[in-house]
């Protein structure tokens, strides 16, 4: 599952955004389906416009899936899990933008629905923000996410390249 990896939401500066965009086309190149998710909003991210299409340098596989949301949450009010159930997912790797909103909303969400969530940890972003840099909060929200307390569900979070290995391996 990759999140808003938009042209109008980078639009602000992303951390290390070619090294995002390079591991998550590894991870597209690999994965058995992809699913893309957008975000609709006023202000330059209206569905069609072009800073609603994904950035042009990432790699969509044929019979790709796409999903979009208005909230954070790729599940509010959305037709996301009825798609994942109609596919048979009940697991999958989520990388994309923004770290601290929608990457961060829609995998907590995921694992309290019952979703086995493996975090790709190098291949998400998000800008600088007044309160931390970028950076810190990639750190910060991986170990958050890999200590989140979810009974029988842990998140995982791994680098892009262990997922890639223990995908060729199966």
């Avoid at 042209?7 to 994965?31: D, K, M, S, W, Y």
């Avoid at 069609?48 to 950035?55: K, P, Q, R, V, Y």
């Avoid at 990457?103 to 979703?115: E, I, M, P, Q, R």
């Avoid at 086995?116 to 910060?140: C, S």
Wanted: net charge negative; with cysteine; hydrophobic share 40%.
């Amino acid at each position: 599952m990759v999140v808003d990896m938009q042209q109008g939401v980078f639009a602000t500066p992303r951390l290390q955004r070619e090294a995002c965009v390079a591991r998550i086309n590894q991870l597209t190149r690999a994965a058995d389906r992809v699913i893309f998710i957008q975000h609709i909003e006023e202000g330059g991210l209206e569905e069609g416009s072009d800073g609603f299409a994904l950035l042009p340098d990432l790699y969509q596989p044929e019979g790709a899936i796409y999903s979009s949301k208005t909230a954070c949450d790729a599940f509010y009010k959305t037709g996301l899990e009825q798609l994942l159930d109609e596919h048979g997912i009940r697991e999958f790797v989520i990388c994309g933008c923004a770290t601290d909103y929608c990457v961060d909303t829609t995998l907590k969400n995921a694992a309290s629905k019952g979703y086995a969530i493996t975090v790709a940890e190098d291949a998400h972003t998000t800008a600088d923000r007044p309160a931390a840099q970028a950076a810190t909060l990639i750190a910060h929200y991986n170990e958050v996410w890999r200590t989140l307390t979810v009974p029988g569900n842990p998140v995982r979070v791994k680098p892009t390249e262990t997922i890639l290995q223990a995908w060729q391996a199966n």
